[in-house]
């Protein structure tokens, strides 16, 4: 006999095990007689689907290289809603003829049609306006009758739906959700890959959400805008052993025992837990479940620069991501303009009380374009500055003309998009700022609940020479444009407008300050003249105009994303500290410098599509050192290690002396920058912009693919400016050459530097 406890733990155990012999056996059955499943062929690609739930079971997994990972993502998945069920593929190209020609392809279609609808009875399959004919033609051999929906009304006893678009209105979704609650089987195909390939390209798809994820939500299950495109390797789905990461269920275990993701993980279960926060309603099981086992404190803690939080272990990176995720998801900002986030005050700041509010009219050049640097696809908004400020919870009017408001504008409040809860700590609530709305009417209401600078977005593609907006109920904050703001104004009045924030600009660069940081600035004249300096030097040595088609812009933050400062390809962030202090001094920064943001500025002048292996952060430091040469009069040698000539040969020849390898190369930037200076010194800084010269003109379908293309074309084009041969130095220095690169050589007078003549 068993007793009550013992029999209600068998009891459980039977449910459990059932549950996963249901589970295991619906692979089982759609993966019958199939050998291995192929991702759709390029240009098609592949979206990919997150848990937001526990029930979904993943059938079919794809793989691309990230970051030289391996990233792993849901491409076929089933679940339940209601009484019936839903499969969901990550391409619409499942759902297409050529597809079929893979017998695992049609395979599994057959054994997905019998199991939701088993049996040899002809079944009624609805399929949707547009999918290919000779899917169509498929279903018909599956003992079924086949017809088009028109508006998604579906006959009575239909079993099957195949879906291959988005659908967004509710009346629809509501349609879809009775039928599979009823008992049908959605058939749902995403479109994100068509979508891509035909798209509008004078329109930004980066930030479109599928309608269906409302409905697809409910059964669990999520679809994010994403496409992975097959690649060498990668051409088949993966059907094995499911990464924990994959599923929510599994997935939290993991974040409770402090497991340490992979970098390609991390991205996909951040995602995952976005999507959960998104889609799922605070009451929910899941999110319950999501509190419980991170242990999320009811009341969220607000971070400052006297009390960061704390954050430096995988479970409290888990729970602080999730509690402050939640928290702002459950607050639905959006549908409340009035709301003031907690910690706001602390960051972005509060303006000073009893701050006007005005309402200004304006008239914005227009700044975008490419300008031969590493610049964003098309379309891509690029940011302009207004000089106004929003305050938290407070609306703003924004009045733009007919014309205008047809033109794809849009208005963005604050400048800090980083999301921080993967730092060990942080001094502001580390979510993303920013606010972004469409200026697509007349006259458009915006807010933002933690409140930031106004900027005004412009599509790349625009033909507009200037915008003209009417604000009101915005705060004047400090900005300064040389040419244009005096320096009697700006000490007289705009460095104390109330913003808690301030820009100061030229046409080549912006500086996105804390407006504490400026007060006392009493030379922006100066100040900016100098930063157009630094920017003209790097133009230079990029070889391209200084006269720029649009501004970069640096921007200072309590915390930094990644590392001590970062680059991305619309911004630079560095972090509020002493570096910010000499960034604005301009008497300090031109007799001292400023190494790291030299550097990052750097970064957005290289040539990335060039550079081959260990050169990533030793090409950059090219235009550190051209800014020390020839802004600030320093020479050539102005970092820790490298304060002389001396001390950089003695660096060299201990490297050449103790084993050299092209890898001991590459790991050690400063060692790597010392061949390119003693080029530098023997042939001048004109030998690299010669070079430089050469990559501009080189048509893209020229460019090289493997990095040793890419050495030896780098070689080729230093060997032509110098006009000598550099065989010997490469290989002294262990920088690996083709036979074919050599031979290219051969014409030139052979160069060695005088300080390594005893090196073979």
């Known amino acids: 006999m068993i007793s009550p406890p013992s029999r209600f733990l068998y009891v459980t155990l039977l449910v459990l095990l059932s549950f996963a012999a249901t589970a295991q056996n619906t692979k089982q059955i759609l993966l019958k007689g199939v050998d291995s499943l192929p991702m759709?062929?390029?240009?098609?690609?592949?979206?990919?689907?997150?848990?937001?739930?526990?029930?979904?079971?993943?059938?079919?997994?794809?793989?691309?290289?990230?970051?030289?990972?391996?990233?792993?993502?849901?491409?076929?998945?089933?679940?339940?809603?209601?009484?019936?069920?839903?499969?969901?593929?990550?391409?619409?190209?499942?759902?297409?003829?050529?597809?079929?020609?893979?017998?695992?392809?049609?395979?599994?279609?057959?054994?997905?049609?019998?199991?939701?609808?088993?049996?040899?009875?002809?079944?009624?399959?609805?399929?949707?306006?547009?999918?290919?004919?000779?899917?169509?033609?498929?279903?018909?051999?599956?003992?079924?009758?086949?017809?088009?929906?028109?508006?998604?009304?579906?006959?009575?006893?239909?079993?099957?739906?195949?879906?291959?678009?988005?659908?967004?209105?509710?009346?629809?979704?509501?349609?879809?959700?009775?039928?599979?609650?009823?008992?049908?089987?959605?058939?749902?195909?995403?479109?994100?890959?068509?979508?891509?390939?035909?798209?509008?390209?004078?329109?930004?798809?980066?930030?479109?959400?599928?309608?269906?994820?409302?409905?697809?939500?409910?059964?669990?299950?999520?679809?994010?805008?994403?496409?992975?495109?097959?690649?060498?390797?990668?051409?088949?789905?993966?059907?094995?052993?499911?990464?924990?990461?994959?599923?929510?269920?599994?997935?939290?275990?993991?974040?409770?025992?402090?497991?340490?993701?992979?970098?390609?993980?991390?991205?996909?279960?951040?995602?995952?837990?976005?999507?959960?926060?998104?889609?799922?309603?605070?009451?929910?099981?899941?999110?319950?479940?999501?509190?419980?086992?991170?242990?999320?404190?009811?009341?969220?803690?607000?971070?400052?620069?006297?009390?960061?939080v704390l954050n430096n272990t995988p479970a409290l990176k888990a729970a602080n991501k999730a509690a402050y995720w939640l928290y702002q998801h459950q607050q639905k900002f959006k549908e409340h303009p009035e709301a003031k986030a907690i910690g706001y005050k602390v960051f972005p700041g509060d303006?000073?009380?009893?701050?006007?509010?005005?309402?200004?009219?304006?008239?914005?050049?227009?700044?975008?374009?490419?300008?031969?640097?590493?610049?964003?696809?098309?379309?891509?908004?690029?940011?302009?500055?207004?000089?106004?400020?929003?305050?938290?919870?407070?609306?703003?009017?924004?009045?733009?003309?007919?014309?205008?408001?047809?033109?794809?504008?849009?208005?963005?409040?604050?400048?800090?998009?980083?999301?921080?809860?993967?730092?060990?700590?942080?001094?502001?609530?580390?979510?993303?700022?920013?606010?972004?709305?469409?200026?697509?009417?007349?006259?458009?209401?915006?807010?933002?609940?933690?409140?930031g600078l106004l900027l005004i977005n412009i599509p790349d593609t625009t033909k507009l020479k200037a915008v003209k907006v009417n604000v009101k109920g915005a705060v004047k904050a400090p900005y300064f444009k040389l040419g244009e703001t005096s320096e009697e104004q700006w000490n007289t009045t705009i460095r104390n407008y109330p913003a808690p924030w301030a820009e100061l600009a030229t046409d080549n660069i912006v500086l996105t300050v804390p407006s504490y940081r400026i007060r006392n600035l009493s030379n922006p004249v100066k100040l900016m003249q100098f930063w157009d300096e630094v920017m003209n030097a790097d133009a230079d040595l990029a070889v391209i105009d200084r006269k720029r088609v649009h501004q970069e812009r640096i921007i200072v933050d309590s915390d930094v994303a990644y590392g001590y400062m970062f680059t991305s390809i619309d911004r630079i962030v560095v972090p509020d500290d002493q570096s910010c202090e000499w960034m604005l001094d301009e008497a300090f920064i031109r007799s001292h410098g400023s190494w790291g943001t030299f550097h990052e500025l750097g970064h957005r002048h290289q040539f990335p599509q060039f550079g081959f292996s260990g050169t990533g952060e030793v090409t950059v430091n090219l235009y550190t050192m051209y800014v020390y040469d020839q802004v600030l009069h320093k020479g050539m040698y102005n970092h820790e290690g490298m304060e002389t000539k001396e001390l950089m040969v003695k660096a060299i020849k201990s490297y050449l002396d103790h084993d050299p390898t092209f890898e001991k190369w590459g790991n050690d930037p400063f060692l790597a920058l010392s061949m390119y200076t003693q080029i530098i010194n023997a042939f001048s800084w004109d030998a690299i912009k010669a070079a430089h010269t050469s990559y501009r003109q080189l048509p893209k379908d020229q460019y090289p693919k493997t990095d040793q293309e890419k050495i030896d074309l780098w070689f080729k084009l230093i060997c032509k400016a110098t006009n000598s041969n550099l065989a010997r130095f490469f290989e002294v220095w262990k920088v690996p050459l083709s036979e074919v690169a050599k031979d290219a050589a051969i014409g030139y007078k052979v160069w060695f530097p005088e300080e390594l003549a005893g090196y073979k």
Do not use: C
């Open 351 to 451: 303006v000073q009380e009893g701050a006007s509010r005005v309402t200004q009219m304006l008239t914005i050049p227009v700044k975008v374009g490419t300008q031969g640097l590493s610049d964003p696809s098309s379309v891509y908004h690029r940011s302009h500055t207004t000089g106004l400020y929003v305050p938290a919870g407070e609306k703003v009017t924004i009045t733009l003309s007919d014309a205008d408001s047809m033109q794809g504008l849009k208005a963005q409040i604050g400048v800090h998009f980083d999301d921080l809860t993967s730092l060990d700590e942080f001094k502001r609530i580390p979510l993303d700022l920013v606010t972004v709305f469409n200026l697509d009417k007349k006259e458009v209401e915006v807010y933002s609940p933690y409140g």
């Open 40 to 308: 759709p062929p390029t240009p098609q690609g592949s979206s990919f689907f997150v848990t937001v739930d526990e029930q979904p079971e993943i059938i079919a997994m794809l793989r691309s290289d990230f970051a030289g990972e391996i990233f792993r993502a849901n491409a076929i998945v089933t679940s339940r809603l209601g009484k019936g069920k839903v499969v969901l593929f990550g391409a619409s190209a499942y759902f297409k003829a050529m597809m079929l020609e893979d017998k695992n392809v049609a395979r599994l279609l057959k054994n997905i049609i019998d199991w939701a609808s088993p049996g040899s009875k002809t079944r009624s399959i609805a399929v949707v306006k547009g999918i290919d004919p000779g899917f169509t033609d498929f279903l018909k051999k599956q003992h079924a009758n086949v017809y088009t929906t028109t508006n998604l009304i579906l006959k009575k006893n239909t079993d099957l739906l195949f879906l291959n678009t988005d659908v967004a209105d509710n009346e629809s979704i509501n349609q879809i959700e009775a039928f599979v609650s009823a008992g049908g089987t959605l058939m749902f195909a995403s479109p994100f890959s068509d979508l891509y390939i035909n798209r509008d390209t004078t329109k930004n798809l980066s930030t479109f959400e599928l309608g269906m994820n409302k409905l697809l939500a409910k059964a669990g299950l999520v679809n994010p805008n994403a496409i992975i495109v097959q690649s060498p390797g990668y051409e088949r789905l993966m059907t094995d052993t499911v990464p924990g990461h994959l599923h929510i269920t599994t997935l939290l275990p993991l974040l409770q025992s402090e497991t340490k993701f992979s970098e390609s993980a991390d991205f996909f279960v951040t995602l995952a837990l976005d999507q959960i926060f998104k889609y799922k309603d605070s009451t929910s099981a899941i999110i319950k479940k999501i509190k419980q086992t991170l242990k999320i404190p009811a009341v969220l803690t607000v971070p400052s620069p006297d009390a960061p």
